[in-house]
């Protein structure tokens, strides 16, 4: 019998996990989820949180209002389960997240150049997450790579695939990139003695 990607117990478990994040995160897969499947897909995720014991209804969310930060991995479960999506279509969400926003696109591209970018990153991330850090740890504009550190943030490993592509949309943002890739190359999930997510971009 194939393992459950998410239930009672493991969405209460995900629920005690330190912190909060902002709205904005579930609104963005709302609306996404809209795009590309319709009403009804999105009223069958909020049935499957509901199943498991934390209901979420989208629209009432608020773009900057705190939320558990565990709430954000049983919502990307719940997608995941519910519409069948496997983790690239999760990635593929996230990285829609950055496009979709105008104010981020006008923020990063036109307001803030690259170094500038990289230097106000821990910055930004405590503006999305009451817990963890951020920071980039190389930049390489002649071989075109980028390698970026979130510490103290375990949050499951399907935010580590939401992190790839939410990082892949931002390179594609501020670099201007035709093409950007992004992978995770250290995992706490993956390895025990690992106490970082570490992400390595590259970009054509």
């Known amino acids: 019998m194939e393992k459950e990607i998410i239930t009672k117990e493991i969405a209460e478990k ?7 994040g902002r709205g904005v995160h579930f609104k963005n897969d709302a609306d996404y989820i809209l795009k ?11 049935e499957e949180t509901e199943r498991l014991g934390f ?12 939320y558990p930060a565990g709430l954000r991995a049983v919502s990307l479960l719940a997608i995941q ?9 999760i990635r593929g969400m996230c990285k829609a997240a950055v496009g979709a926003s105008l104010i981020v696109r006008v923020f990063m591209k036109f307001l803030y150049p690259v170094l500038k970018a990289i230097n106000i990153a821990p910055r930004m991330w405590r503006e999305y997450w009451t817990e963890g850090s951020f920071k980039v740890v190389d930049y390489n504009e002649k071989e075109k790579r980028i390698v970026s550190r979130a510490e103290g943030f375990d949050l499951h490993p399907i935010y580590c695939y939401c992190l ?6 931002m390179a594609t943002i501020i670099l201007g990139a035709k093409k950007a890739k992004s992978q995770e190359t250290k995992c706490s999930f ?7 997510h570490e992400y390595l971009v590259k970009w054509q």
Do not use: C, R, S
């Open 164 to 169: 790839e592509g939410f990082f892949e949309g």
């Open 36 to 46: 590309e499947e319709g009403k009804e897909a999105l009223k069958k995720v909020e």
């Open 190 to 196: 993956k390895d025990k003695d690992e106490k970082t």
């Open 81 to 89: 389960k519910a519409l069948g999506w496997d983790d690239e279509k």
């Open 14 to 20: 995900l629920i005690q996990i330190k912190g909060e």
């Open 55 to 66: 209901p979420i209804k989208y629209k009432e969310i608020k773009n900057t209002g705190f």
